[in-house]
């Protein structure tokens, strides 16, 4: 009974490894792979979507940074049943505010295609959130000094603070004299 019980659950635990590294793999690898090169994939990963329209056409196969243009260089594929024109567009973007990233592609309107293994020139990296917020703070910490700083007039000179001693009475931080 014991040996039964065993065969059974390396039987159960065998088909669930084949479940999980078939579900692994992606319909849409069997498309055609296309190039791209970003200047930041923050937050980009293999095996995010790749969408048209907001449907998912592919993946990103891989990624890489050339060591001479220190960009990053993208492998996504495309379906096989997607033919996108030359002059494509393609720009890294997120789900929501705390979403993952995927490559958007933007379709142009030449009337040559794109090949297999052809690279979309048309290209804009991820922004940062964080680059976004410490804008944004700068921009609010700088409007708030200037609003607080003293308002003059241009040409006209600031009024200045009294010599020590004038206009001041005794007792407040001066001997009287």
Known sequence: ??????????VVL???????LVGRQHPQDSGYPLHASFSHIDGLSVGSDVRLAGVTVGH??????????FQAN???SVSPSIQLPVDSGAIITSDSLLGGKYVALTPGGDTNML???GT???TQGAISLEQLLSKFIFSV??????KAAPAGQPGEALPSAPPAGVGAEPGVGQSAQ
């Open 1 to 10: 009974m014991e040996l039964l019980v065993g065969l059974v659950t390396a």
């Open 14 to 20: 065998a088909v669930l490894i084949v479940l999980a």
């Open 60 to 69: 990103v196969r891989s990624m890489q940074v050339d060591p001479h243009t």
């Open 74 to 76: 993208i492998v996504f």
């Open 115 to 117: 090949k297999p293994n």
């Open 120 to 122: 979309i020139s048309e």
């Open 141 to 146: 910490t700088d409007s708030l000094q200037k």
